[in-house]
T-cell receptor, first 116, second 115 residues
Framework: GAVVSQHPSWVICKSGTSVKIECRSLDFQATTMFWYRQFPKQSLMLMAT?????????EQGVEKDKFLINHASLTLSTLTVTSAHPEDSSFYICSARGTPPNYGYTFGSGTRLTVV | AQSVTQLDSQVPVFEEAPVELRCNYSSSVSVYLFWYVQYPNQGLQLLLKYLSGSTLVKGINGFEAEFNKSQTSFHLRKPSVHISDTAEYFC?????????????FGSGTRLSIRP
């Protein structure tokens, strides 16, 4: 079945530094990937939609200059949290969307970011 | 636009008892429906999905769900739960496939199994 690999699974960084999270679709091509943020005991909040070869589409309230998304190939999307601050600490999850007839959304295992 | 309502934030159940997690959706167009499970500090795993065809959908780990268009519901059921089913469960809806379609999640239901 469809597999999405997300790395790293956890990262601790100092305030003011940048962190890159990778999301790869291992056995299928994903023209569209999604990035979510999840706070403890809450649902997933969509941050942005990443389209291969074009600019990402950000949800309202998400700072595009802070959360840089690059979708350089059909199997790789990256999220870079720039100038991270403690309030950026969260669980980030990516998802890749398949195409019919195997339509569905496959999720990565998530990245726990802690900014100290 | 679509929306999803999970009516119960927490559902405590005794082991080997049946369980139903409720989900209602709202949409002006036809949709696809999904149930995902999330274990602590992990991503989401697909339990089952309804795209078309039979309204009774069987998924992994003994779960099943029934799509009821008239009641706009997609409740998740399992006849006998196990301790290992303790997790967070998310119902989700997506409009039919297009380049712009995306998935919208409910607020989640925490299923806790008591021995």
């Amino acid at each position: 079945g469809a597999v999405v690999s997300q790395h790293p699974s956890w990262v601790i960084c100092k305030s003011g530094t940048s962190v890159k999270i990778e999301c790869r679709s291992l056995d299928f091509q994903a023209t569209t990937m999604f990035w979510y943020r999840q706070f403890p005991k809450q649902s997933l909040m969509l941050m942005a939609t990443s389209n291969e070869g074009s600019k990402a589409t950000y949800e309202q309230g998400v700072e595009k200059d802070k959360f840089l998304i690059n979708h350089a190939s059909l199997t790789l999307s990256t999220l870079t949290v720039t100038s991270a601050h403690p309030e950026d600490s969260s669980f980030y999850i990516c998802s890749a969307r398949g195409t019919p007839p195997n339509y569905g959304y496959t999720f990565g295992s998530g990245t726990r970011l802690t900014v100290v | 636009a679509q929306s999803v309502t999970q009516l119960d934030s927490q559902v405590p159940v005794f082991e080997e008892a049946p369980v139903e997690l409720r989900c209602n959706y709202s949409s002006s167009v036809s949709v696809y429906l999904f149930w995902y499970v999330q274990y602590p500090n992990q991503g989401l795993q697909l339990l089952l999905k309804y795209l078309s065809g039979s309204t009774l959908v069987k998924g992994i780990n003994g779960f099943e769900a029934e799509f009821n268009k008239s009641q706009t519901s997609f409740h998740l059921r399992k006849p006998s739960v196990h301790i290992s089913d303790t997790a967070e469960y998310f119902c989700a809806v997506s409009e039919l496939y297009s380049s712009a379609s995306k998935i919208i999640f409910g607020s989640g239901t925490r299923l806790s199994i008591r021995p």
